[in-house]
């Protein structure tokens, strides 16, 4: 059974960092590439990042590109996203998705960006 | 990076059609087949109905449809359950490594 933990979540200030984490299961997570997907509670989906299978393509959403960072470690199965400089506006449920159309999703983790 | 826009809401009888138009532009809808269809119930993560402009996973009920015109991409979903009272999203790929969701729409089932 395909799986996907997001963790990492908490509350953070404004200019802080996080960073999460999607340990994946049940698949060849090497395989696929991956994506993060925002959503501030109530509101649409908005696509943040992506990463090809081994690392060495990322793309992301201009209102992230600078601040975050998508990685991955192949060996542990698991997906990053590193978020720096963090803002008001990136308080949202983060979660990861595999790539084949977003065609699993995690059930997400909870960023607030709040003083 | 603009949104694909979508109506917000749109409603159905049970049994009846609906459809959710999804307008982007030539750089993304109207450039890739990839547009892709997704469903959320209320405090649960989306799930795949739709995937590059016509094509339903595995375990997907046929009652889902979808199309695309130009810069819009259709989803229909006939027959209309209660169980589909739900928010739909699209996504299309934008080119150049971007990914772009619409703004979502509430179908209400009456």
């Known amino acids: 059974e395909v799986q996907l933990v997001e963790s990492g979540g908490g509350l953070v200030q404004p200019g802080g960092s996080l960073r999460l984490s999607c340990a994946a299961s049940?698949?060849?997570?090497?395989?696929?590439?991956m994506h993060w997907v925002r959503q501030v509670p109530g509101k649409g989906l908005v696509w943040v990042s992506r990463?090809?299978?081994?690392?060495?393509?990322?793309g992301y959403a201009d209102s992230v590109k600078g601040r975050f960072t998508v990685s991955r470690d192949n060996a542990k199965n698991t997906l990053y996203l590193q978020m720096n400089s963090l803002r008001a506006e990136d308080t949202a449920v983060y979660y990861c998705?595999?790539?084949?159309?977003?065609?699993?999703w995690g059930q997400g983790t909870l960023v607030t960006v709040s003083s | 990076q603009s949104a694909l826009t979508q109506p917000a809401s749109v409603s159905g009888s049970p049994g009846q059609s609906i459809t959710i138009s999804c307008t982007g532009t030539?750089?993304?809808?109207?450039?890739?087949?990839?547009v892709s269809w997704y469903q959320q119930h209320p405090g649960k993560a989306p799930k795949l109905i739709i995937y590059?402009?016509?094509q339903r996973p595995s375990g997907v009920s046929n009652t889902f449809s979808g199309s695309k015109s130009g810069n819009t991409a259709s989803l229909t979903i006939s027959g209309l359950q209660a169980e589909d009272e739900a928010d739909y999203y699209c996504?299309?790929?934008?080119?150049?490594?971007?990914?772009?969701f619409g703004g979502g729409t509430k179908l209400t089932v009456l």
């Open positions: 998705a595999r790539d084949d159309h977003l065609s699993y």
């Open positions: 049940g698949f060849t997570f090497s395989g696929y590439w």
């Open positions: 990463i090809k299978t081994d690392g060495s393509i990322t």
């Open positions: 030539s750089s993304d809808v109207g450039t890739y087949n990839l």
């Open positions: 590059e402009v016509t």
């Open positions: 996504c299309s790929y934008a080119g150049n490594r971007i990914f772009v």
